[in-house]
C-alpha cells in the first residue's frame, strides 16, 4: 500500500469483475448497496426515471452546479434512464434483467408486481436473478405500504431514544446511518444468495427492512427488555458499561475521545492521569462499577486533559499504550497519517469538476482490491451504450425517446 491516495485502476482488477448489477433504487440505502458491488468490480447499470431522477443527486452540497454526494453514491455505476410505468420501459427493464445477476429496488412493496416487473415475471426470464428489494419497513406486516426512510429507522430501532443527554430529547444522527448500515447488510445478502446461487443453480428474493439491520448494531437491548424489563437509558458521550468513556475538551481547544472498554486500558489511563489509588477502589474492577462513578472519574481524566494541548494528549496516551483518539472533521481525515497509509481517501479525476476526493472502498484485499473507476455520472448518460448492448436498434431507441419510456 502507498502512503497517498489511490488512483483508479484497471476495471478488470475487481473481485467482482463479472457480475451484472442493475440499480434501480433511489435515495441512499440500495444505492449505496449497488455502489459497494460497483466498487469491488461489479458492471452496475444505474436506471432511473426519465424525468424523475434519483433524489440524492439533489442532496447536499454542489460545486458549479454539480452534486457532490451523487459523485461517490454514484460511481462506477452507469446511468440509464427508464419509465417502468410504461410499456417502453417494462420492455427495457425485463432486457436488462435478463443479462443481470443482481437487481436492486426500492419501491413500495407492490409496485413492481402492479408494473409486471415482480421477481415471479423477472425470475421467468431469468432464473438466476437475484433480487434485492430494500424497503423501509420489508415486503409483508401492517407497515409494508408506508413510505420508509433512515430516520424512521433510527427512531423505531431504539437508536434514537437510547442517544442524547440524559436531561435531553432523543436524538437523531445527523447522517444517513440507518440506511448506511442497511445498504452493508443487503450487500452481504447479496452475496450470500450469489453464493447460494452456486450450489442450486437459481436466484432468491432478498428483503432488507431498513428498521432491522441498525436494530441489530444497538447490542442486547431486546435480550435485556425481556430478562430484565429495562432499557438503555441515554447517557451523553458516556457509557452504561465502562468508564471513563467521554469526550474531553484539551487546553487548546480540541477535543479527544478516551475509551475503556479493556480493564487493563482503564487501569493505565488512571495511572497516567497521576489518580494510581482509584485503581484499587474495589468498584474499578467492575465496567458496569466504573460506570457507576463516571462523575469521579470523568474529573480525574478530564480535569489532567484540560492542562494540555491536544498532541501532548495522544502523545502521552500512546507512550501510556492507552486508547485515545482526536475528534477529526473532514480536513483531519485527509490529512491524518494512517488514513493516507492505508490508502483510504482516493483522488479520482472527475469529468465535470476535475481531480476530487472521496473516500474508497470498505476494505484492502490482497488480491483483486477494489477500485473507484469513475465517479457519479450525469443523469441518463449512458442509455444509447447500454440499450445498444442489450440488442435494440437505433430505430427501436428513437422510438423508446419518442414515447418517453427512455
Same mark, same amino acid.
Given at each position: 500500500?502507498?502512503?497517498? %491516495? ?7 482488477? &475487481? ?21 459497494? $458491488? ?27 452546479? /454539480? ?12 446511468? /440509464? #434512464?427508464?419509465? =417502468? ?34 421477481? !415471479? ?9 437475484? =433480487?434485492?428489494?430494500? @424497503? ?5 406486516? %401492517? ?6 426512510? &433512515? ?15 440524559? !436531561? ?15 445498504? $452493508? ?9 450469489? @453464493? ?8 432468491? /428474493? ?20 425481556? +430478562? ?10 458516556? @457509557?452504561?458499561?465502562?468508564? %471513563? ?8 481547544? +480540541?477535543?479527544?475521545?478516551? @475509551? ?11 495511572? $497516567? ?13 467492575? &465496567? ?9 472519574? !470523568? ?7 484540560? +492542562? ?35 490508502? #483510504? ?13 472521496? +473516500? &474508497? ?9 477494489? /477500485?473507484?473507476?469513475? #465517479? ?5 448518460? !449512458? ?6 448492448? =442489450? ?16
Amino acid at each position: 500500500m502507498t502512503d497517498g %491516495p489511490r488512483v483508479s485502476r484497471d476495471p478488470a482488477a &475487481g473481485a467482482l469483475a463479472g457480475l451484472r448489477v442493475v440499480d434501480a433504487s433511489t435515495l441512499f440505502a440500495g444505492p449505496m448497496a449497488a455502489m459497494h $458491488l460497483g466498487d469491488l468490480g461489479a458492471d452496475v447499470v444505474k436506471v432511473e426515471h426519465p424525468t424523475k431522477p434519483d433524489p440524492s443527486r439533489t442532496h447536499g452540497a454542489a460545486k458549479d452546479g /454539480v452534486n457532490l454526494w451523487w459523485k461517490t453514491l454514484g460511481r462506477n455505476k452507469r446511468t /440509464v #434512464t427508464a419509465n =417502468l410505468g410504461s410499456e417502453g420501459g417494462r420492455e427495457v427493464f425485463l432486457a436488462l434483467a435478463a443479462e443481470a445477476d443482481v437487481v436492486v429496488e426500492n419501491f413500495r412493496p407492490g409496485t413492481l408486481e402492479r408494473w409486471g416487473l415482480g421477481y !415471479d415475471e423477472l425470475s421467468a426470464h431469468n432464473p438466476r436473478l437475484v =433480487l434485492a428489494r430494500v @424497503s423501509g419497513f420489508g415486503q409483508v406486516g %401492517p407497515y409494508r405500504t408506508r413510505p420508509g426512510f &433512515g430516520t424512521l429507522a433510527e427512531a423505531m430501532s431504539g437508536f434514537a431514544a437510547m442517544t442524547g443527554e440524559p !436531561d435531553g430529547p432523543p436524538t437523531l444522527p445527523p447522517f444517513g446511518l440507518a440506511d448506511g448500515v442497511a445498504s $452493508l447488510a443487503t450487500a452481504f445478502a447479496v452475496m450470500v444468495a450469489l @453464493s447460494t446461487r452456486e450450489r442450486t443453480g437459481h436466484g432468491q /428474493v432478498v428483503d432488507t427492512a431498513i428498521i432491522e439491520p441498525i436494530l441489530a448494531m444497538l447490542g442486547p437491548q431486546i435480550t435485556r427488555w425481556d +430478562q430484565l424489563r429495562t432499557v438503555q437509558p441515554r447517557t451523553g458521550n458516556r @457509557s452504561a458499561n465502562n468508564a %471513563p468513556r467521554n469526550t474531553y475538551r484539551t487546553r487548546d481547544g +480540541q477535543w479527544v475521545a478516551v @475509551s475503556t472498554s479493556a480493564q487493563s486500558i482503564a487501569e493505565r489511563v488512571l495511572r $497516567l492521569v497521576g489518580r494510581p489509588e482509584i485503581v484499587d477502589e474495589p468498584w474499578f474492577a467492575s &465496567g458496569v462499577e466504573r460506570a457507576q462513578h463516571a462523575d469521579l472519574l !470523568d474529573d480525574a481524566v478530564g480535569g489532567w486533559i484540560a +492542562q494540555r494541548t491536544r498532541d501532548e494528549v495522544v502523545a502521552a496516551f500512546e507512550e501510556a499504550q492507552a486508547a485515545v483518539a482526536p475528534i477529526y472533521d473532514a480536513q483531519d481525515i485527509v490529512d491524518d497519517p494512517q488514513f493516507r497509509a492505508l490508502g #483510504t481517501i482516493h483522488e479520482i479525476d472527475d469529468p465535470e469538476l476535475g481531480p476530487m476526493l472521496m +473516500q &474508497g472502498p470498505l476494505f484492502r484485499m490482497s488480491d483483486n482490491d477494489g /477500485v473507484i473507476r469513475f #465517479t457519479g455520472r450525469p443523469h441518463g448518460a !449512458d442509455t444509447d451504450e447500454v440499450l445498444h448492448e =442489450l440488442g435494440f436498434d437505433p430505430e427501436r431507441v428513437a422510438e423508446l425517446r419518442a414515447e418517453g419510456a427512455v
